[in-house]
Each structure stands twice: as structure tokens, then as C-alpha cells.
């Protein structure tokens, strides 16, 4: 290992809906978190490890931080300020947004909190200025000098993570940042998600995107049957690492049983539809992106529970995989 080779975590930390996920899948170069027009769409920590000849990151994306209610709210802001807290530098990901020239930029209350959080951890911060494409350039300096005059930022790197610019420069300033060390995960590693873990995911993120706004934060998913048995493997999978789908096209067949948990009958009812028709529109879009993933056949069957309440207890949390002792 050469002496100046770098390798530490990185936290991508802001709040809901400024492209951290996007961003994250955008370095990995792979679908790692799921993606949807809805805020607070991801709910726990996800690693994606990017491997180069110089140096190793293993980012974090987290879920957004906002003014939590509730269990499962407040559980997602704790695991986003802890990633913060162990990582070794932090990405502090705001959106730059604005199509008027007159608009007034600001510092908004909500990213203030957020920079206060920051500020006690003492960490190296990296502001990172998302979505440039969806702003006018006349406003961007603006906004990185209100954003300058709260926070004493390390770097400032204006990015978009849809389109991809600026991101390769944002991984080599990031590296830079790293303490100099070891690999810490093998070079093929890419998470350490497990399979089913992102299958569930990939299912809820169709609930969030073919459902209306009373039912996406009431859904968990949850894999009842996992069965490979008819899986052709004649690569292993190591542990920790999505498989790809293959280049020659789908091989094997996994058939996968999962359930989607609402808190309310009448959320039940949207998330089925008429003849069952949401149920099947979600379960298509779902089987497509599951296939991609694992590159095999896929047999989906999905049912639709209510578990009454379960964002709100422990024992709810617990039983959708959420950790319910923090």
C-alpha cells in the first residue's frame, strides 16, 4: 500500500430531498438508495464504497434532517447526526434552486439548525451545492457566500448529481480530505447491504412513487421468502457486494415474497387499487429493477398488511427492521 494512499468515511448530511441519494448512487455507479420525488424517502444509513488506485471512500448516505415527530422521524435524524459525528468528513448537500433573478437567497432555518449540528462535531465540512442545473448562475455565487458567512466551510463544490457534473472533481477534493490509511473494505466491495435488504427498498420505492401523499410514510416492506434454489450462481456473490446484472441477459429464477405494511385500512385500499391494479403496477415496476440488481428471473408476490401504529412503538419499528433502541 503507498505511503500517500488516502481512505476514510464521508457523510453526505442535509435535509430531505437535496439529492443525497442521487449523489451517492452517482459516485458508487450503482443503485444503492432508492430515489423518489418524496421527502424522508431513505430511512437508515446506506455505504457505498468507491475504490480507486489512490484512495478508498466509504460514503454514507443518511436520511434528511428535519424537525422529527414521532419514532421513526426522530430514529432517521439520529442516525443521520451520528454518521456525521463518525465520519471523517462531512457533505453538507443544499439544493440550489432558483429561476428568478430577483429571488432572494438565504440561508434557510431549517439548513441553519442543520449547520449547528454540524459545528459541534468540529469536522472537516464540505459544502456541496446541488442541483446547479436547475438554478440560474447569477444566483449561485450569492448563495455560496450566504452559505460561507454561517459555516467555515473546508470546500465549497457546486455539483449536479442528476447529471453528473462536478462529481468526479467532488471525489478527488474529498479524498484529499482523508486521512492517510489503509483500504478499509476489498476493492470490489461496493456496500454492505445485503440483497434482500435493497429488494425491500426497491419495492417501497414504488409505493412512494405510484401513491398519493397519505400513504408513503406509513409504508415499510418486509421479505418474507427469499428462495435462490432455482438461481443460477455460476458467479459467487460475495458478501457485502450487489450482484450486477449480467451482460448477457437474465439467467435463474428467484422467487421473492414480500409484504407492504400500511397503518391504515384505507391506505391498504390505495396501495391495492381497483381490481388490485396499484398492487400489480407497483409489483411490475418493482420486478424490473430487482432483476437488474440480482440478474436473474424474477417471481414477485406481494401482499398488502396493516400493522396499526407501527412507526409509533419499538415493537413496530423492530418489526419493519428499523433499530428501535436508540
Known sequence: MSLSYRSGFAALIGRPNVGKSTLLNRLVGEKLAIVSPKPQTTRSKILGVVTRPEGQIAFLDTPGIHAAKGPLNKLMVELALQAA??????????????????????????????????????????????????????????????????????EVVPVSALEGD?????????????????????????????????????????????????????????????????????????KGKTSQATRGGLTGLVRIDASIFVERDSQKAIVIGKGGSML????????????????????????????????ESPAGLAKMGYPSDR
Not at 454492505?192 to 410514510?217: N, S
Not at 424490473?288 to 440480482?294: A, C, D, G, H, P
Request: proline share 6%.
Open 85 to 154: 459525528k463518525d465520519a471523517d468528513v462531512v457533505l453538507f448537500l443544499i439544493e440550489a434552486a432558483g429561476k428568478r433573478e430577483d429571488q432572494v437567497v438565504e440561508v434557510g432555518e431549517g439548513n441553519r439548525l442543520v449547520l449547528t449540528e454540524l459545528a459541534k462535531l468540529r469536522k472537516p465540512t464540505v459544502l456541496v451545492v446541488n442541483k446547479i442545473d436547475n438554478v440560474l448562475k447569477p444566483l449561485l455565487l450569492p448563495l455560496i457566500d450566504a452559505y460561507r458567512k454561517e459555516f467555515p466551510f473546508a
Open 280 to 311: 400489480k403496477e407497483i409489483g411490475t415496476e418493482a420486478r424490473k429493477s430487482i432483476e437488474r440488481l440480482l440478474g436473474s428471473h424474477v417471481f414477485l408476490a406481494l401482499q398488502v398488511k396493516v400493522a396499526e401504529g407501527w412507526s
Open 166 to 238: 462536478n462529481v468526479e472533481a467532488l471525489f478527488d477534493l474529498v479524498l484529499k480530505l482523508m486521512p492517510q490509511a489503509e483500504a478499509m473494505y476489498p476493492p470490489e466491495m461496493l456496500t454492505d447491504q445485503a440483497e434482500k435488504v435493497l429488494v425491500a427498498e426497491y419495492i417501497r420505492e414504488q409505493v412512494l412513487r405510484h401513491t398519493r401523499q397519505e400513504v408513503p410514510y406509513s409504508a415499510a416492506v418486509v421479505i418474507n421468502d427469499f428462495d435462490e434454489s432455482e438461481r443460477d450462481t455460476p458467479r459467487p456473490v460475495k
